[in-house]
C-alpha cells in the first residue's frame, strides 16, 4: 500500500490533503529549464485595447492635419498601400485633425493628449512607441497577430510561449490568466486569442469571469467535504495513470494536472481575488471602478495582485475602440473607462518595487488613418491603419522616459525607428530572458516559433 493510499485510507483524506498541499508547493519548470540571457522582468500585465487605439488623437501628435483640415491626403504619402473596403471605396479621402488638445510631459517632452491626464502623468515612467507596424489590416487578423505571431488562428498565444518555456512560478495559480472588462460591445473577442494552439493544453490562458466569483465552482456542491474531494481526485488520478500506461498520450497527464490545479484553486482564488484587506489609498490609485466586478478598474487591481502572486502573463483585453464613426463622443468615454486604471496600475506596482521586474504594455491590434472615414462631419470616424500605431510600456527593463521612433508629418508612415510585430514579441521575450529563436516546438514537421522565422530584438527600447 502506498503512503498516499495509506493516508487517505486512514486519515480520512486530511493526510492526503496535507501531501498534496507539500507536492504542490514547488514551481513546475518551464523546458528551457532555466534563461537563455540575463532577465530584466519575471512576468507582464498586458493592458490590450481592442478595437484600434487612435494614436492621432492620443499619443502621436500631428498638428499638419488640423492645418491641413478637410484637404485631401497626397497620394505621394498613401502610395500604393492596401486599404480596407471602407476607405477603398471612399471618391475622396480628407485629412481630419484631431479636436483634442496635447501637450507635452515629462522630461522627455512626450506628447498626450487631454484625454489622457492620469496617463501623462506618469510620463516619465513611460516607454512610448510610435513607430510600430502591422501587415494586419483587419480586426481578427490583427488581433490575432498580436497575440500568437500569425494572423490565422491557431498558433500559442504569447502567455502560452511563457508558461512552456519558463513554467509555473506559482503551482497553486495558473501561469496564464484572462481578464476581459464585463458589458463591452465591439469585435468579439474568441478563446483562440489565450489558447495555447499545438503546445500542451496546460499552457492555455484561464479566462476570469467578470464577477464577484471568477472562477466557476470554486466550492464543494452540498454534502461534499474537502476530504472526500481530494479522495476522489486520488481514485481519478489512478485511473488516468492506468490509462496513460497503456496508452502514453500527454494530454492524459494534462488532464491530471488540469484537476489538480483546480483542486488547488479552490483556496488559491478567493485569496488571490479578493480585495477586501486592500486599503483605501491603493484603491484610490485604480479610480471609482475599482469595486465593481468586471469594470477595467478592478481587473488592473487584479492584475497587480495576480502578478505578486506569481503568475507570468495577465492579459486584459478592454474592447469597443474601433471608431469608423462618433469618434469624438465614444473616444473620451474609452479613455475615461482606461485611462486613471492604467495609470494607477503603473503607480501601484512603482510603489510596491514591483515596476522593475513587471513589464506593462498598452496597445492595440493597429492604429487608425488621419483621414476620415467617409465624409467631414462633426462626429467622424477614422478607418484601420496598420502602417503606424502607437503603444506605451513601463518597467521591466525598458528605457523610462523616453520616445521612440517617428512618424511623417501626416501621421501616416514610419519614418524611423519602425517595429514590426515580431520585433515587439523579440523584444518582450528578450526581457523576460528567452532567445526568440531558441524558444521553439516541434509540429507537424517544422519547429515553430513565436516570431515564426523572422523579428529582431530592438536594443533601443531597452535599459
Sequence with gaps: MSRRTLLNRFGMGL???????????GAEKGVMGGNHVAPKAKRIIYLFMSGGPSQVDLLDYKPLLNQRHGEQLPDSVRGAQRLTGMSGNQSSIPLVGSPFKFSQHGESGAWFSELLPHTASIADDLCVVKSMFTEAINHGPGVTFLQTGSQIAGRPSFGSWLSYGLGQENANLPSFVVLITKDKTGQPLGSHLW?????????QGVLFRAAKDPVLYLGNPAGVSEGSRRMMLDRLKELHEHQFAGTPDVEIQNRIDHYEMAYRMQSSIPEATGIEEEPESVLDLYGPDVKTPGTFAANCLQA???A?????FIQLYHQDWDHHGGLPGALPKLCKETDQAAAGLVRDLKQRGM????????GGEFGRTNYCQGKIQPNFGRDH??????LWMAGGGVKPGTVHGETCE?????????VHVHDFHATLLHLLGIDHERLTYRFQGRRFRLTDVHGHVVKELLV
Excluded: I, Q
Design 195 to 203: 489558447g495555447g494552439g499545438f503546445l500542451p493544453s496546460k499552457h
Design 410 to 418: 501626416f501621421g501616416y508612415n514610419v519614418v524611423s525607428g519602425g
Design 308 to 312: 505578486e502572486r506569481g503568475v507570468r
Design 15 to 25: 493526510g492526503g490533503m496535507a501531501l498534496s498541499e507539500m507536492l504542490a508547493s
Design 304 to 306: 497587480r495582485r495576480m
Design 385 to 390: 491603419h496598420p502602417r503606424c500605431f502607437s
Design 355 to 362: 515596476l522593475e521586474d513587471t513589464l506593462v504594455v498598452w
